[in-house]
């Protein structure tokens, strides 16, 4: 009996060495996780002589499997708590063993042809049971205090793994999150000191602008007055042909020092509440009848409900004119203008949409449309859209275009409404 006794107690020590020398080897990486688990899984089976191990994690009433000492299928990897032995061991807080489940099934059931059952929870340093440590054996069977203890060992490093995996992953969603938010603050910032630039830089042309064409404006109006005076004379065709070209030419130039003056000078805006419905509803009469539009028709399709938004009402009514008109110019007669009202309550924004079914714009041409000076028309001065979107930005609000074979043109108009 004495050497019986001795011999176990050799063998106990040497297989508490054996554990801590496995332990010792084991090595957890960030994001392997897995293979770690499941090293320590098949480190339980072998020391304690044991069929197989898993190790479980547990939220909410659930339980997962992330590892196992043997191949068990992507099947039996989620289960719930209720009924199972794992549950018992998670509910308890404490290790649980079953020499036959088939004896003693107050506890729970394991799974099917395993008799004996060691279960012992994963505590994290704050106490919290996340997990289990579940070993179980085909034939019924008893677990000495050493075994007990070797599993506990293994169990208390599967939950410091298991914690700082959740910690690190937890640490890389903020760090994601904060690089984000950096991310889209410094676009903002990016974004507000482009506009101040702008800003500025549009105060300055528009004060150098006002000189230049008050000196410009004094001698072109002498000389258009003497090209007035010249149509009061019996002029030879080929002189009144001069003199109406010279009169029109006169007539763009005038036009393009009010469209520069009024693109450079800074957007003073009158705000007041207006019901984007009515104000086009007043306003349709004016765009149906604009010399543009001969021979072809607009429809207004409002939103359903009243639509207000913090605005200029004459500068509005500027965009809504200038955008109709380039409409009706791009379209053949007999064709249709549609103007359409969308509230996105939800957004709290409007989208007033402009759409013509004429020839596509080129893609290479689109972003290009809103620049100062660019135009596709041979007599245009290139400014109405830029005009356009200058007065747009000036209610917080955004002017898009886009164009397509199959869809012809549209031109969105976004701006914040008011309660």
């Keep these: 009996m004495f050497f019986n006794s001795l011999f176990l107690q050799l063998g106990e020590r040497q297989r508490k060495q054996q554990a801590v020398a496995m332990l010792s080897s084991l090595s957890y990486r960030d994001g392997k996780l897995p293979e770690y688990l499941k090293e320590i899984a098949c480190g339980v089976s072998k020391l304690i002589g044991i069929d197989l191990s898993v190790v479980t994690i547990c939220h909410r009433g659930s339980g997962k499997i992330l590892a196992s000492s043997i191949d068990m299928g992507k099947d039996h990897h989620s289960y719930s708590l209720h009924g199972h032995l794992s549950g018992t061991v998670v509910k308890n807080r404490k290790n649980l063993i079953v020499e036959d489940t ?173 019901d984007i419905n009515q104000l086009i509803t007043n306003l349709l009469v004016a765009l149906q009848i604009m010399p543009e539009g001969e021979g072809r028709k607009l429809e207004f399709y409002p939103a359903n409900s009243p639509v207000n938004i913090m605005g200029d009402e004459d500068k509005i009514k500027q965009v809504l004119i200038n955008l109709v008109r380039n409409a009706y110019e791009a379209i053949n007669i007999g064709d249709i203008v549609k103007l359409q009202i969308e509230h996105q309550t939800q957004e709290q924004q409007v989208y007033i949409r402009i759409h013509n079914g004429g020839d596509p714009i080129p893609a290479e041409v689109l972003p290009k449309l809103t620049q100062p000076f660019f135009s596709t028309k041979s007599s245009g001065t290139g400014l109405g859209l830029a005009i356009v979107k200058r007065i747009i930005e000036a209610h917080n609000g955004e002017l898009s275009i886009t164009s397509t074979a199959g869809l012809g043109t549209i031109i969105s108009i976004k701006l914040p409404t008011s309660s």
């Excluded at 099934?105 to 059952?117: F, H, M, N």
């Excluded at 030879?236 to 020092?257: G, H, N, Y």
């Design 102 to 274: 088939q004896v003693c099934s107050e506890y729970g059931v394991g799974p099917d042809g395993y008799r004996a059952y060691l279960g012992i929870p994963l505590k994290t340093s704050k106490g919290e049971v996340i997990g289990t440590v579940c070993s179980f054996h085909k034939r019924p069977r008893n677990f000495s205090d050493q075994e007990l203890e070797i599993t506990q060992l293994f169990a208390e490093r599967a939950a410091t793994a298991i914690d700082n995996y959740q910690l690190y992953q937890q640490q890389r969603q903020f760090n994601e999150a904060l690089e984000a938010e950096v991310a889209r603050r410094t676009e903002q910032l990016r974004q507000a000191q482009a506009k101040l630039v702008e800003k500025e830089r549009l105060a300055a042309i528009g004060e150098f602008a006002s000189g230049i064409i008050h000196e410009i404006r004094n001698p072109f109006t002498t000389m258009k007055m003497g090209l007035n005076f010249f149509k009061k004379l019996d002029l030879s065709e080929p002189a009144q042909v001069r003199l109406c070209l010279a009169l029109e030419e006169a007539d763009r130039l005038e036009r393009l020092l009010k469209e520069i003056l009024l693109y450079a000078k800074p957007q003073n805006l009158e705000l007041l509440a207006i």
